[in-house]
């Protein structure tokens, strides 16, 4: 009995599902290595993007982070009761709250970024360096591409309901 052939695989479908996979593995990783200094991967990130900007207004902490309003409230809640984040209001605008390191938090991020830094090292260590920095500029074509396109077909009807 012969084996039927499957079809050919659409490109942009594999290259969604290989997308999707090898994020999800760096991702696991990611979270294995912060988990090991007894954060969320939420409060690294606050920690990090801190450590890395400064003093930031939290709308500007949240939209680098990725995360939903009330996370980060809540996250920052912690990361301040535990003395590793502090919160001030604005000078120039006082409904605008700004969010810094402690010397605590500016210590623990010192410490834990490049252990944490070499560990995703390791999980991209897959690709030598001159092929990471084709993927880079690939996955950033990539994903303007896909913004861009997102915004246009924002005012597309949606479809009917599948027929079954």
């Given at each position: 009995m012969k084996r039927s052939q499957a079809?050919?695989?659409?490109?942009?479908l594999l290259l969604w599902v290989v997308l999707a996979r090898a994020f999800d593995a760096v991702e696991r990783h990611s979270r294995a290595s912060i988990a090991r200094f007894r954060l969320g991967v939420t409060e690294f990130g606050v920690l990090e993007v801190?450590?890395?900007?400064?003093e930031l207004p939290v709308c500007e902490v949240r939209r680098r982070i990725?995360?939903?309003?009330?996370?980060t409230t809540y996250v920052v809640d912690k990361l301040v009761k535990r003395g590793l984040v502090r919160r001030r209001p604005s000078a120039a605008d006082r409904r605008v709250t700004l969010l810094s390191l402690t010397p605590a938090g500016r210590g623990v991020?010192?410490?834990i970024f490049p252990l944490h830094a070499q560990s995703m090292r390791q999980a991209v260590?897959?690709?030598?360096?001159?092929?990471?920095?084709?993927?880079?500029?690939l996955l950033r074509t990539l994903g303007l591409g896909a913004?861009?396109?997102?915004?246009?077909s924002v005012d597309l009807e949606p479809l009917a309901e599948p027929q079954t």
């Amino acid at each position: 009995m012969k084996r039927s052939q499957a079809p050919p695989r659409d490109p942009a479908l594999l290259l969604w599902v290989v997308l999707a996979r090898a994020f999800d593995a760096v991702e696991r990783h990611s979270r294995a290595s912060i988990a090991r200094f007894r954060l969320g991967v939420t409060e690294f990130g606050v920690l990090e993007v801190l450590y890395h900007k400064g003093e930031l207004p939290v709308c500007e902490v949240r939209r680098r982070i990725l995360v939903e309003s009330s996370s980060t409230t809540y996250v920052v809640d912690k990361l301040v009761k535990r003395g590793l984040v502090r919160r001030r209001p604005s000078a120039a605008d006082r409904r605008v709250t700004l969010l810094s390191l402690t010397p605590a938090g500016r210590g623990v991020i010192r410490r834990i970024f490049p252990l944490h830094a070499q560990s995703m090292r390791q999980a991209v260590g897959a690709l030598p360096s001159p092929e990471q920095r084709q993927a880079i500029d690939l996955l950033r074509t990539l994903g303007l591409g896909a913004a861009e396109r997102h915004k246009a077909s924002v005012d597309l009807e949606p479809l009917a309901e599948p027929q079954t």
